[in-house]
């Protein structure tokens, strides 16, 4: 590898270098995805968001209690318990394992929460759009180790949606304190509170989509590889 160029995706994966020393330089180069949405798409998307009272907080991904599935459910309890009626949750992704469907079944049944969670299975194309376009907070509350740089929660910001992320892989350096909050297990659910009270407003949501487009699309991506190909 000597006078080799390495191109990593987060700061935080140089660790994995530490027995790599012939190298000649690292480059950071983050993860981008499509935009599919139209400027009047997300016009759309503002006001109906707008006019709809409701808090609609999406979490998309794999289904293994590791991605905070759990958690979520936990946060479905709480507030149902706090007596708050104009929220949802919303989960989409595959299951790892039976245990865990049967787990999530059981904690909705006990805890009474068929007017709170709703599940969507796997989605992908338009269902998976519909779920981020109806969504106003999307959560990400990841305690696996191997967690890198999470494209769903890129597709979030897409969407305009504001994010509250765990500290764990690449997400702190994605989320910031004005599109979003990097939270703990002890601290969600008055983060999420906080989320609900001061990061709700359109203009939040427009910051969203903005830090998405100036950072995360493919053509950013592109445009940031062929500068570091063409500079080294």
Not at 44 to 64: D, G, Q
Not at 148 to 166: H, I, R
Request: charged share 25%.
């Amino acid at each position: 590898m000597k006078g080799t160029n390495i191109i990593l995706i987060s700061k935080l994966m140089q660790s994995e270098l530490e027995q790599v020393t012939s190298y000649k330089n690292i480059f950071y180069l983050n993860n981008g995805v499509d935009n599919l949405l139209t400027n009047y798409d997300f016009r759309s998307i503002l006001t109906e968001r707008k006019s709809n009272n409701k808090i609609n907080i999406l979490y998309l991904s794999n289904l293994f209690k590791e991605k905070g599935y759990d958690t979520v459910l936990e946060l479905a309890k709480y507030f149902k318990e706090a007596g708050l009626k104009n929220i949802e949750f919303n989960f989409a992704g595959g299951w790892a394992s039976t245990e865990d469907k049967q787990y999530f079944k059981e904690y909705v049944n006990t805890n009474k929460l068929e007017n709170y969670v709703f599940y969507h299975g796997l989605v992908q194309g338009e269902e998976k759009k519909r779920l981020f376009s109806n969504a106003t907070i999307f959560v990400f509350p990841s305690r696996y180790k191997k967690e890198v740089f999470p494209l769903s929660v890129l597709e979030a910001l897409s969407y305009g949606l504001p994010v509250l992320g765990f500290n764990i892989g690449a997400v702190p350096e994605i989320i910031n304190g004005k599109i979003g909050i990097i939270s703990n297990k002890e601290l969600i659910f008055e983060d999420v509170e906080k989320m609900i009270s001061e990061f709700q407003s359109e203009s939040t949501f427009m910051r969203c989509r903005e830090e998405y487009l100036n950072n995360y699309t493919v053509e950013v991506f592109e445009k940031n590889l062929l500068n570091i190909l063409i500079t080294n």
